[in-house]
């Protein structure tokens, strides 16, 4: 088969499974934004421009995370898959700013956080007090006088540069030549 071909296989493999998750998920509203996702990781790939990157990966993240969350009915599944998605963003084209790395972890820790309450984990009584213990303790240690974490920067100390000697004199007999001083060229 040519090329052709070959694209035409998969736009009908993919149009089916896409189709077929539509059927089982009963909504459609993902579609679109996956469909609008694939357009600009396509013009990304042709391009390499960033903006395409982050549309479609904030697109597909939020895509992925509403078909999930019509599969599974678990909460902090959508903030999860968008924060995964954005850090996806930061691997494929790192930056020097990683806005896009901590922004997503920070959506994803919000999800596990939404889905363990969802889920009952974090119902119990328990927890909740050693979270409060914990923020306690650290309280407590820092009155005690105990360095925090982080340390607190300081500064470094600098040395003044050490005075530069005159240079000596020449000699009255008009010697222009300097004896060696024993440095580490010598040898003998």
């Known amino acids: 088969m040519d090329r052709r071909r070959h694209l035409l296989a998969y736009a009908l493999i993919a149009l089916g499974l896409v189709a077929l998750l539509a059927q089982v998920s009963g ?14 990781l396509v013009a990304y790939a042709n391009t390499r421009s960033y903006g395409f990157l ?58 596990l956080v ?31 006088g105990h360095q925090g974490f982080p340390p607190p920067l300081r500064s470094v100390p600098t040395e003044a540069p050490a005075p530069v000697p005159a240079p000596a004199p020449p000699s009255a007999a008009g010697d222009t030549e ?3 001083t024993g440095g580490a060229d010598e040898k003998g």
């Open 27 to 40: 909504s459609t509203g993902w579609l679109l934004l996956g469909v609008v996702a694939a357009a600009a």
């Open 54 to 111: 982050l549309l479609g990966g904030v697109l597909a993240g939020s895509a992925l995370g509403l078909l999930l969350t019509d599969l599974f009915a678990y909460d902090g599944v959508f903030l999860m898959s968008l924060g995964a998605s954005l850090i996806a963003v930061d691997r494929i084209e790192p930056r020097a700013q990683r806005w896009a790395a901590y922004l997503g972890a920070v959506l994803a820790a919000i999800g």
């Open 114 to 144: 939404a889905g363990l309450f969802d889920s009952g984990v974090l119902a119990s009584a328990w927890l909740p007090l050693l979270l409060v213990a914990g923020g306690v303790a650290l309280l407590w240690r820092d009155r005690r």
């Open 178 to 180: 300097t004896p060696p």
